[in-house]
């Protein structure tokens, strides 16, 4: 078979892409070298769903992350995505930062979000008590919010899937023939054809670049450490606490997550190794560090988990996007720090330069109804809470993994979905399983049981 278009990357931007170009009649197969969506740098970050106030005004990355807030927003909505308008509060902690903030809402002015006001040292206190001691004012950035990483992928992959994308999994690119019609991708799992190649390979998207012929960028893995701190501290936490950002990026955040945690971080470290997603001595200390002078009483909490992304950060300060009609060969590259929420406005601006480029997009009548995410966000009713659901199916009242009370109901869900996880660390992102306070000390054999019964591998 021979497909309209290939898209090599299953993280939250290909599946994005493969999901809009869905709606349309071309045959189109996502190519990920992973056994399941999301499963790079899409799986860990922040989470936050950003309103663009204080991107480069005239960037690519401000246009995609003002328009991707807009279109997430709304598919969320539609598909039960979990997102908390939580807001945000940007500190300033020394008079050179509070003379930057002035300047901060003018930028977010020029990038279109004019809601931001800077307060008082008094009003910092109200909004967040548990502030360490010496702020000196701030700036409101009352739409920043907070998304599921974990569902938004998996949403666009789910209603991609429904509507005809093929995913072909544990598939490594390993070399891109053109010819003069169409476009082999040599493969691990062998040849794919293809009229329109869409490289959306993250931290491997220089690589990919290359063969196709370019010399334009290179990938530096640019590594943020995080905290997750036990769910009691929630209260601490109700909002966003930006730093003010530097050249180096936005800086130590604390930020409530979506299940119920807060979360400290990131860290900021260019690497070698693209696949370094360890945590480190040195990370740890220097989020100690920060977070005793952010808040003193978060640190004295107990953290249930840490991790690391890597961001794929390059040499251009913005996106890498271009389109090669010759070769019919679009590039979505350098998404570093805000491709979680900019993935639909990218998937909409790769749509049409794809049709200034000629591709013919006739919008198909058939589509079926967008999927329905199960809820795995702590501000939403649950499986376990609902009386209507445990008495339609007993299964959601048998809860498994206590820390995060996931069900029975919920894992059978996951394991026979549409995209099954293929390991825990996948039904952990469908379910919240095995992520609490125990990590799966007291519910890790049941879980692994159920995965064997269900068909999935495990680890
Ligand atoms: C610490 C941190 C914090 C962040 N915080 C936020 C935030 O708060 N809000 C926000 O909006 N964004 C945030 N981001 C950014 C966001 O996570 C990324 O921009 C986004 O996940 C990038 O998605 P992607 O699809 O481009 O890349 P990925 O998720 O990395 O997906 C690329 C995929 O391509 C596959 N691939 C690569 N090479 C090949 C090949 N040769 N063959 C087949 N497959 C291949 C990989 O396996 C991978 O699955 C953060 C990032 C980090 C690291």
Redesign the pocket.
Known sequence: MSYDIAV???????CAVVRDLSGFGLSVVL????GDI?????K???????TGFDAVPGSLESTMVARGYELLSDYAKVTGIPVEHTGALLVAWDEDQRAVLPKLQDKAVKNGYQKCEIVDADEVYRRVPDLGPGALGGLTVPDESIIC?WTTPLAYATEAKARGVEFRLN???ESVDVGAESTTLRTSTGDITTRWVIN?????GD??DRMLGYDRFTIVPRR?E?FVFDKLTRPMANTIVLPVPTEKGKGVLISPTIFGNVML??TSENLVDRTDTSTSEEGFAFLLDKGAALMPTLIAEEVTASYA????STEHSDFVVDIDSAQRYLL?GG????????SMALAEHARHLLAESGVALVERADLPAPPQMPNIGEAFPRPYQRADLIEADSEYGQIVCFCERVTRGEIRDALTSPLPPCDVDGLRRRTRALMGRCQGFFCGAEIDELMRAGGGDHE
């Open positions: 090599i990357g299953g993280g939250v931007v290909g190519v990920e070298s992973r999301g499963d790079a740098t899409s860990a970050n922040t989470a936050i769903l950003h990483p598939t490594f690119v959306a390979a993250g931290l491997g690589v990919i943020g995080l971080g990131p992304g890597l961001r794929a979505l998404i570093r720090s805000t491709g979680l929420t900019a």
